[in-house]
């Protein structure tokens, strides 16, 4: 599998704050790929050196080979973005906007495509319509429309989905996820790590300027184990001093990680023998957002060598 | 270049979809102007040997096509970029060049555009002449450019509004106003005379009313040799800035 998108030992700036501080991936060709990290570890501006937008103080970044500053012209001819930003030109529209944004890469005749771009993000009966007076979601839909209009092989949606109703949501996903069966490579920023998980095969985690970590997200999810239990005691007995030192509290409900399902009824056992009356019970299992706070949490940003 | 066509056609686009204000309204201004002018003056005041109005007409003609190339290329970068929408132009691959290229010519357009509109609806008032027709298009041409460029460095620099609004009114407009639009240079004391001669848009003007009367001020070689050098410097500082990627590349 050849290599969409490499990025080698990117450092970035911005006075005194240190945005990127060496970050190197590497995303394969047709890989559907997240980039997740609290607000300000460096998410969006690695999406900005990537497209030009911003320059790297040190390092390269590629697409498809392509070196995004000396060989630009290549590199965003292959690379489509969708700006985090809730951005449009109110002097046209919609079609115009996506007629216009064609001829910016070189395309005259683009009308059947954007035609087909405009049905599977169902803005067909909007074509006509001025930018100005379409909704948020509409307007979100018309920049992703725009990302797509050179049909570039590898895609960056920066939070795309940030304020967008569910309903759009689920269909904006359904057709990234077309996108990404169809051979493009999708690169994903998100702040919903439910997001992350059921669409990216493969995650890395920024924190502070640095990959935190770098792995497939089943190994991510592996990392923490499978289940937990919840429970929330009523009446007068305290949880005994044994079964505290396994579980964790948070506003009444005790959460204990389990290794196994087989953990449960002897559990349960030991919490009645102690006269202690439920409340509440709740089984889960753990999820990318378990595993982020995990990361996040864990000391020092370290850099991750792992490959695809 | 196709990247420059479409910046171009969506330049070009962007102000004749609103050409009722960035056209109809210098051209109303500049007939007010003309109306008033030569209805106080007419009476007292030749210039050069014509009529105070048809030596009024050649300069408020390049008067509102300077200040109008000027607040093309400002004001749709300053939109832009506060709107963020100057994305979808960084994206592409687009030159700077090709950049510099199309919100020029599109200034000039538009200052063409206002310019040809402000001697249509002055025809009432005298029938222009054409004694020199190529320094006049030279003229426009240039001067155009001059604030094309110079409304992009404008657009690039300020962050806000109200930055813009200061370079436009506190430069832009006294440079103009006081180039010798409404009158000649030479009515002026030594001292003005001599302050009139360090404005480069007295140069523009000079030389573009020049190529209707075939009478100036100062020599049109002189004046062209200023406005071609103005040209070339503006146009290479406003390269520099946009090869820098100065505050639209970070």
């Known amino acids: ?37 609290p607000n300000g ?54 079609r115009e906007s996506l007629r216009i944004q064609s001829g910016y890469f070189g395309i005259r005749h683009n009308d059947d495509w954007i035609d087909e771009i405009l049905a599977n993000l169902d803005l067909t009966a909007k074509a006509d319509t001025n930018m100005r007076r379409l909704s948020g979601g509409m307007k979100r839909r018309v920049l992703v429309a725009q990302a797509l209009v050179h049909k570039p092989p590898v895609i960056v949606l920066d939070e795309p989905t940030a304020g967008v109703d569910v309903e759009l949501r689920q269909g904006l996903w359904q057709f990234v996820r077309r996108l990404n069966r169809d051979g493009h490579t999708v690169i994903l ?60 509290e948070s506003e009444g409900m005790w959460t204990f ?49 792992s490959r695809p | 270049m196709s990247g420059f066509r ?44 014509v009529s105070y109005a048809a030596f009024l007409i050649p300069g408020l003609v390049m008067m509102s096509a300077l200040q109008n190339a000027f607040a093309n290329s400002s004001s749709s970068l300053i939109q832009s970029k506060v709107t963020g929408s100057v994305v979808f132009v960084l994206l592409p691959p687009i030159s700077y060049v090709e950049f510099f290229l199309a919100y020029v010519v599109a200034a000039m357009l538009r200052g063409m555009m206002v310019g040809v509109g402000v001697l249509l609806v002055t025809v009432w008032f005298a029938l222009p002449t054409f004694v020199e027709p190529l320094w006049i298009l030279t003229f426009i041409v240039l001067g155009g450019g001059i604030m094309g460029a110079l409304g992009m460095v404008a657009g690039i620099w300020a962050d806000k509004f109200d930055q813009l609004a200061a370079f436009q ?33 007295f140069y523009m003007i000079d030389g573009f009313r020049f190529g209707f009367f075939g009478v100036s001020d100062v020599a049109p070689e002189t004046s062209l040799a200023v406005v071609a050098t103005s040209f070339l410097l503006v146009s290479a500082a406003t390269l520099m800035l946009l090869r820098s990627g100065y505050k639209l590349r970070s």
């Open chain 1, 1 to 37: 599998m050849s290599v969409a998108v490499a990025i080698d030992r990117v450092e970035k700036r911005f006075a005194s704050l240190r945005a990127l501080a060496g970050v190197s991936l590497r995303i394969a060709e047709g890989e559907f790929f997240g980039l997740l990290g």
């Open chain 1, 41 to 94: 570890a460096g998410k969006t501006t690695l999406i900005s050196c990537l497209a030009g937008l911003a320059r790297p103080d040190s390092g390269t970044l590629t697409v498809m080979g392509h070196d995004v500053v000396t060989g630009y012209r290549d590199a965003r001819r292959l690379l489509g973005v969708v700006p985090q930003e809730l951005v449009f030109d109110p002097f046209f529209s919609v």
């Open chain 1, 189 to 248: 920023t998100t702040h919903y790590l439910e997001e992350a998980e059921a669409l990216c095969g493969r995650i890395a985690m920024l924190k502070e300027g640095r990959v935190v970590a770098l792995d497939t997200t089943r190994n991510l999810l592996a990392r923490v184990s499978g289940q937990a239990l919840h429970l929330r005691l009523s009446g007068p007995a305290p949880l005994p001093p044994a079964l505290r030192a396994r579980a964790s």
């Open chain 1, 257 to 305: 990680q389990l290794a196994g399902v087989g953990e449960i009824e002897p559990l349960l056992v030991a919490v009645r023998e102690a006269g202690c009356l439920m409340d509440d019970l709740r089984l889960t299992q753990t999820d990318l957002e378990d595993v982020f706070l995990g990361v996040m949490q864990s000391s020092s940003p370290r850099q991750e060598t």
């Open chain 2, 6 to 49: 479409t910046l171009l056609y969506k330049e070009v686009l962007r102000f004749w979809k609103v050409s009722f204000q960035t056209v109809g309204a210098p051209v109303l201004t500049a007939m007010l102007y003309l109306m008033i002018f030569s209805h106080v003056l007419e009476a007292h005041v030749q210039v050069h040997g």
């Open chain 2, 169 to 201: 009114n506190f430069l832009i407009m006294p440079l103009t106003m006081l180039s010798g639009v409404f009158y000649s240079i030479h009515s002026l004391p030594h001292f003005w005379q001599q302050v009139s001669r360090f404005n480069p848009v």
